[in-house]
């Protein structure tokens, strides 16, 4: 699985019960367009602002902390 993939699925998997599928699709959208680790951690912060926006600040937050560690861990 690439790191990509693997964002991805955290994303679902957080997102799933909290989300319309119109902003899921939108964070995913995000995420498929970053093509190196440079705009893969712009799209991880967009998509993590985008929660803290519309759903639950301490999820962001926590989804940021994952999500980058993630990303420095496979990358």
């Known amino acids: 699985m690439t ?3 693997d964002l991805k699925t955290l994303i679902k998997e957080r ?6 599928p119109l902003f899921l699709k939108r964070a995913l959208d995000i995420l ?5 680790k440079e705009s893969l951690t712009s799209a991880v912060e967009r998509v993590c602002r985008m929660i803290s926006l519309f759903i639950d600040t301490e999820l962001a937050h926590e989804m940021s902390e ?8 496979k990358t």
Request: aromatic share 0%; net charge neutral.
């Open 3 to 5: 790191v990509k993939e």
């Open 15 to 20: 997102l799933t019960e909290k989300a319309s």
């Open 32 to 36: 498929e367009l970053a093509d190196d």
């Open 66 to 73: 994952t999500l980058k560690t993630k990303l420095v861990k």
